[in-house]
């Protein structure tokens, strides 16, 4: 049997969907959690578009996370495709879908059980749910995309007795299994008092915009030079440090000369607990065992399934700036910042427009 080839697909928030057939520049392919992580997703759109031989084919799908692991798996369903002349556009509705981590996850498509391609699913998570696992995430993920980050260190008292405001620094720095590596010395960065600490201050600001992200405390332990963690760590921070004069000498001048030390941050505070997971909500009727093991559902749209209804409310997409000035606050790109700020104008005067049609209903 000849194979269905799948021209594009995408995996949305479902209001940022209804948003984007008001204002198509609002369309932003983000799965959100508004609960925080780990949390469950809001209803998301599954779009696609097969291009395949004419007559009934079978299809499913399944969203896996960053480590391969399945965390939905939809119904097979009978679809219909036109002929290799058409394109036959499908959606569906996924609710219930756990997510546990903001990292890129994979959606890929099925048909007559032959795996047709796979795309990414990209995840955004807002606040609420266990805070430290979101703070945690956000923290990691800023520094992957960032090269500098901002140390505050406490510093001695003056001759007098007097204390004095912690000095305040950006610095370049290695990111290692979730622990972040620091040089200072002569030749270098030189970051007073780093090494005779116990606890710094980390902020991670907003490539494009500076604004402040994250600001986590982190313990300080020293890295002593004839350690092999120095070496493997120092061989990373070659690749890393621009304008290097002495190239890989550099590192023997490290270990001469500069002082490396292991800052591990700290994202819940001492003695908290994370929050104990509540019981799954029974899966919706007719989901049936190919919920999947988040126990999601998916309702379809289009070959015979029942049609999304129309809304007939129409709203000129304007820019909610409070919202985009909060966006932009939390180190939000000005892209997606924007895309949001629309759909939210879009929500509220559409909120606004049925509460009126309905008191309207009521009056007359």
């Given at each position: ?5 799948l021209?594009d697909?995408?995996a949305?928030?479902s209001e940022?969907y209804e ?17 925080g992580?780990p ?11 097969y ?19 399945e965390?939905?798996?939809?119904s ?8 290799e002349?058409f ?14 981590s903001?990292?890129?996850h994979?959606l890929?498509?099925?048909v ?5 391609a ?5 995840i ?5 749910g266990d ?5 945690e ?5 800023a ?5 500098i980050l ?5 510093q001695?008292?003056d001759?007098?007795?007097?204390d ?6 950006p610095?370049?720095f290695v990111?290692?299994?979730g622990k972040?590596?620091v ?12 090494g005779?600490?116990s606890e710094?201050?980390?902020t991670v600001r ?5 604004s402040?992200i ?16 120095f070496?493997?760590i120092?061989r990373?921070?070659?690749g890393k440090?621009?304008?290097l004069r ?5 590192l023997?001048?490290?270990?001469a000369?500069?002082t490396?030390?292991?800052?591990t ?5 001492a003695?908290?607990?994370p929050p ?9 009727a007719?989901?049936?065992a190919?919920?999947?093991p988040a126990?999601a559902?998916?309702a379809?749209?289009?070959?015979g399934?029942?049609?999304?209804a ?32 629309k759909?939210a104008y879009?929500?509220?005067?559409k909120a606004?427009?049925r ?9 007359s």
């Open positions: 049997m000849a194979r269905a080839d021209h697909a995408l949305l928030d940022i948003a984007s057939r008001v204002d198509p520049s609002l369309l932003d392919p983000v799965v959100r959690v508004d609960g992580l949390g469950v997703a809001r209803p998301a759109m599954i779009m696609r578009r291009q395949g031989p004419q007559g009934s084919s079978t299809e499913y799908f399944t969203i896996a996370d960053d480590q391969g692991r965390r939905f798996r939809s097979v369903r009978r679809i219909h495709l036109s002929g002349m394109e036959d556009q499908f959606v569906d509705t996924v609710r219930g879908l756990r997510i546990d903001n990292e890129e994979s890929t498509f099925f007559n059980d032959e795996e047709v796979s795309i990414p699913v990209f955004e998570a807002g606040l609420g805070p430290w696992v979101a703070l995430q956000t923290f990691t993920k520094l992957q995309k960032g090269s901002w140390l505050e260190v406490p001695p008292r001759r007098r007795g007097r004095v405001d912690p000095h305040q620094q610095v370049w990111l290692d299994s972040v590596y040089l200072s010395g002569p030749g270098e960065q030189q970051v007073p008092n780093l005779d600490v710094v201050k980390l907003s490539k494009d915009h500076r402040r994250v600001q986590v405390p982190a313990s300080v332990r020293v890295v002593p030079p004839d350690d092999a963690l070496n493997r120092g990373s921070g070659l440090r621009l304008n002495d190239g890989d000498e550099a023997e001048r490290w270990r000369n500069c490396m030390v292991e800052l941050a700290r994202f819940r505070p003695g908290s607990r104990q997971p509540r019981a799954a909500a029974p899966a919706a007719g989901a049936g190919d919920a999947g126990a559902t998916a379809g749209e289009g070959n399934a029942p049609k999304m129309e809304d007939d409310i129409h709203v000129e997409a304007q820019l909610d700036q409070e919202v985009f000035d909060q966006l932009i606050a939390e180190g939000k790109s000005e892209r997606v910042a924007r895309a949001k700020a759909a879009v929500r509220r005067e606004r427009i509460a009126d049609r309905e008191q309207d209903k009521v009056s």
